[in-house]
């Protein structure tokens, strides 16, 4: 079986996740896909380019016989997916959710997402189901802030009464942090 024909508004879907890029007009996300003729490979590729800032583009070059024996259509999202996090850390600086609340409902997005984020931000931080010790590491790193090293309170989940602050996203590179501790950051 060969490289399909790919329609790339799915593929910017998927790596935008639960972000719609309509809601970013600043911002500028596209997915490209090339099937050369006469050429033994597909050429995958992702452009971002944000208003005052320089673009940042990767591409990817799949052979023609990697598709034999695999699902080609699961072979090129995998693709996308691995290109938007190798791109993720030049790009969180101008994450759209930068100043969003720490909460269980806090939308994934592999495009601007921490390599460390491998599944759902819900599965991490809510309190059900079970985890590895890799996974509740995460869960201690996204709940503790990196400047004072206190709690963080999620929104969506049983408060204590306490006086836990609760925490705001700084983008990939700090994660959650109080927002007494990140006063650059404007709250959403």
């Known amino acids: 079986m060969g490289p399909p024909n790919f329609d790339l508004t799915l593929a910017v879907s998927v790596i935008l996740g639960d972000l719609e890029i309509t809601d970013y007009p600043h911002m500028t996300v596209r997915a490209e ?28 070059s799949i052979p023609a016989r990697a598709f034999t024996g695999h699902d080609p259509f699961r072979l090129v999202i995998q693709t996308y997916g691995n290109l938007a996090r190798k791109m993720s850390r030049s790009l969180f600086e101008i994450d759209p959710r930068i100043g969003l609340p720490l909460t269980v409902l806090f939308p994934d997005c592999p495009l601007f997402d921490p390599p460390y984020i491998e599944q759902p931000y819900k599965n991490y931080l809510s309190k059900t189901g079970s985890l590895s010790v890799k996974e509740q590491d995460v869960r201690r790193i996204l709940r503790t802030c990196p400047f004072c090293q206190g709690i963080m309170f999620c929104v969506g989940l049983p408060n204590s009464g306490s006086t836990v602050e609760g925490g705001v996203w700084c983008g990939g590179n700090v994660g959650f942090a109080h927002p007494s501790c990140a006063p650059w950051v404007t709250p959403v």
């Not at 896909?33 to 990817?60: C, M, T």
């Open 33 to 60: 896909y090339e099937n050369p003729p006469f050429q033994a490979a597909v050429i995958i590729g992702l452009f971002v380019k944000a208003d005052g800032h320089d673009p940042v583009s990767l591409r990817e």
